[in-house]
């Protein structure tokens, strides 16, 4: 009621997530955690968001939280949830474009490893989709377009951030055909450990079950061909259960199962199998978003 008072011509919301798992990531987080572990975390997102009387729309952000999120259908780290009150973002939109600044806290384009942008620009221009992101102390930028040609959809993103590769181009492309999708992919990074080439294919076998595979062309090494490296994956969606099983060239294997108990509420177990590591996961936990 106070935040809100102090918004009083402004429409404030509140949404987030919490949850708590059971965690045994081989010492990944912490060195000193070599077994099974519990973890819990918040993650609460304030937002006020007013509009001006010639249609500029004005949004701020405020994000708390506490604990740590294990990532686990992505890059399986230990997620640390900690924002100090005072990490506020603003956006303000009008006419279709939208600048948002959030001090160090804007994703790259190109790779959102990269998180220490600044400002960011997005908008449309004849049904193409502009977006710019820059960091002023650093003096680095990206930048993203994304279009439809022909039934195919288009992305081309740059950077010159150097921890997301350095100067740093990407082209992919994507087309659809009812229950068969076919897309492909190139990237030129600073070095040639960077660069890769991909072509891949999702097809839904039904309504529930989906097959994809990707091949690969790195380019670490001018003896690499397509094929040397590629990712699988099996997925299952129905009603409240969804699994995937996911491989690649290593005999690395994922397996994720999650079941929706409603209300906001979703119970996950996964596995990961990472060949030549000793960073497995397993992670077992529920999750809340409100």
């Not at 450990?193 to 999702?202: F, L, N, S």
């Not at 079950?209 to 040397?228: E, H, M, N, V």
Request: charge should be negative; proline fraction near 1%; glycine fraction near 12%.
């Amino acid at each position: 009621m106070v935040l809100a008072a102090g918004f009083a011509s402004a429409d404030v919301s509140f949404s987030g997530t919490a949850g708590v798992a059971l965690i045994d990531d081989n010492g990944a987080s912490l060195s000193t955690r070599a077994d099974m572990f519990a973890e819990s975390y918040y993650d609460l997102d304030i937002a006020a968001t007013a509009e001006t009387d010639n249609g500029i729309s004005v949004k701020l952000g405020l994000d708390l939280g506490s604990g740590g999120k294990i990532d686990y259908d992505d890059d399986d780290k230990l997620e640390v949830q900690s924002a100090a009150p005072g990490d506020a973002d603003v956006a303000v939109s009008y006419n279709g474009w939208t600048l948002a600044v959030d001090q160090a806290g804007i994703d790259n384009l190109f790779d959102d490893t990269d998180g220490s942008q600044d400002m960011s620009l997005s908008g449309a221009v004849m049904g193409w989709t502009v977006a710019l992101t820059t960091d002023q102390e650093g003096s680095t930028s990206s930048y993203k377009v994304g279009g439809t040609v022909g039934g195919a959809a288009l992305t081309f993103t740059c950077t010159d951030v150097v921890a997301a590769g350095g100067d740093a181009t990407g082209i992919s492309a994507s087309y659809s055909m009812a229950t068969l999708t076919l897309s492909a992919s190139m990237e030129n990074g600073a070095s040639d450990a960077e660069d890769e080439t991909a072509i891949g294919i999702t097809y839904a076998i039904n309504d529930a079950l989906t097959f994809s595979y990707k091949s690969i062309k790195p380019g670490s090494r001018a003896s690499d061909d397509f094929g040397d490296e590629w990712d699988a994956k099996v997925a299952y969606s129905a009603g409240c259960v969804s699994a995937s099983f996911a491989t690649d060239e290593t005999d690395a294997t994922t397996v994720i199962a999650e079941y929706t108990l409603g209300g906001g509420a979703t119970a996950f177990a996964a596995m990961h199998d990472k060949a030549g590591t000793a960073k497995d996961l397993t992670a077992l936990g529920l999750t809340f978003a409100f």
